[in-house]
């Protein structure tokens, strides 16, 4: 599945998705559309499936995930927010393209606006597919536009490099997935329409890939 945020229509949309079904909605607006859709990919999902949510950072996909009613969460970050026992969720400090986790320890794993941030593609996806389970699926997000928008190295939210990934990089992305075992259902990119995202003062929309992990 590749779906790409088109509108502040589909925003609204996921908003009051959301908020009609009382389940919690993102302090970035924009991110509703995230949340909205991994929601659908998760409805047939049994709430007991493990679910690690790699590069959790203050861990709102978490939070969301268990008011979807999952009690087997896991999320790993370098950097962690301070916690407590009383979580429904287990958190690691670690690096998520080398992590600890034993192979095939997870039904999903969730990485949502974190591969633009200086991730090694190749060890991102070699890992996952290490980590989950025979015809595990990986949901995927990140800062997308079909065409480049050059992103200053000097500008580095949360002390990181950040890039907005173009068309021809997401096929390269989706590519490096392939060979690493993921198959992925629909091979055609959808056109952009709206940059429905300003940061930094950097125009751009969101793009979804749900892969599944071939054996």
């Given at each position: 599945?590749?779906?790409?945020?088109?509108?502040?229509?589909?925003?609204?949309?996921?908003?009051?998705?959301?908020?009609?079904?009382?389940?919690?909605?993102?302090?970035t607006v924009q991110k509703n559309w995230d949340q909205f859709l991994l929601a659908q990919q998760l409805l047939h999902t049994p709430e007991q499936s493990a679910i690690l949510d790699l590069g959790c950072g203050d861990?709102?996909?978490?939070?969301?995930?268990?008011?979807?009613?999952?009690?087997?969460?896991?999320?790993?970050?370098?950097?962690?927010?301070?916690?407590?026992?009383?979580?429904?969720?287990?958190?690691?400090?670690?690096?998520?393209?080398?992590?600890?986790?034993?192979?095939?320890?997870?039904?999903?794993?969730?990485?949502?606006?974190?591969?633009?941030?200086?991730?090694?593609?190749?060890?991102?996806?070699?890992?996952?597919?290490?980590?989950?389970?025979?015809?595990?699926?990986?949901?995927?997000?990140?800062?997308?536009?079909?065409?480049?928008?050059?992103?200053?190295?000097?500008?580095?939210?949360?002390?990181?490099?950040?890039?907005?990934?173009?068309?021809?990089?997401?096929?390269?992305?989706?590519?490096?997935?392939?060979?690493?075992?993921?198959?992925?259902?629909?091979?055609?990119?959808?056109?952009?329409?709206?940059?429905?995202?300003?940061?930094?003062?950097?125009?751009?929309?969101?793009?979804?890939?749900?892969?599944?992990?071939?054996?």
């Open positions: 599945m590749i779906q790409v945020l088109q509108s502040w229509l589909e925003i609204g949309n996921a908003t009051l998705s959301l908020q009609h079904q009382e389940l919690p909605t993102h302090i861990c709102c996909t978490l939070k969301f995930l268990a008011a979807l009613g999952f009690t087997n969460l896991s999320g790993i970050d370098l950097h962690l927010p301070p916690s407590s026992s009383t979580l429904p969720y287990k958190l690691h400090q670690g690096d998520l393209m080398n992590t600890s986790f034993p192979d095939e320890s997870f039904d999903w794993a969730v990485s949502i606006s974190v591969i633009e941030h200086g991730v090694d593609l190749k060890a991102f996806f070699h890992e996952a597919y290490r980590i989950l389970k025979p015809n595990g699926m990986l949901f995927v997000t990140t800062d997308y536009w079909e065409d480049k928008v050059e992103v200053d190295s000097s500008i580095q939210p949360f002390g990181l490099s950040w890039q907005i990934f173009s068309k021809p990089q997401v096929e390269e992305a989706i590519a490096i997935a392939q060979t690493c075992g993921f198959d992925l259902e629909q091979d055609n990119i959808p056109a952009c329409t709206d940059k429905t995202v300003t940061w930094y003062k950097k125009d751009y929309t969101f793009i979804a890939l749900t892969f599944k992990k071939t054996t």
